[in-house]
């Protein structure tokens, strides 16, 4: 159970982050701090893409955990 919940917090965050991207800092900048520094660090250079990449190799790796057990 620890992995699919694992596993659904991430699709939600890269949900979220990828949602987030064309959205200006500015109009969440003082309304929601903690998102604009993940958002100020998922964005900086490459970051993004090596996120989601990462992400696919754990969702693969969870399902199968899963599907063996």
Request: hydrophobic share 45%; net charge negative; proline share 3%.
């Amino acid at each position: 159970w620890v992995a699919i919940i694992w596993l659904s917090m991430v699709e939600g965050g890269q949900g979220s982050l990828v949602g987030l991207q064309p959205i200006q800092f500015d109009l969440y900048k003082d309304s929601h701090p903690i998102t604009y520094s993940s958002t100020k660090v998922a964005f900086n250079g490459d970051n993004l893409d090596r996120y989601l990449l990462g992400r696919q190799f754990m969702v693969c790796l969870v399902v199968f955990i899963v599907n063996m057990s």
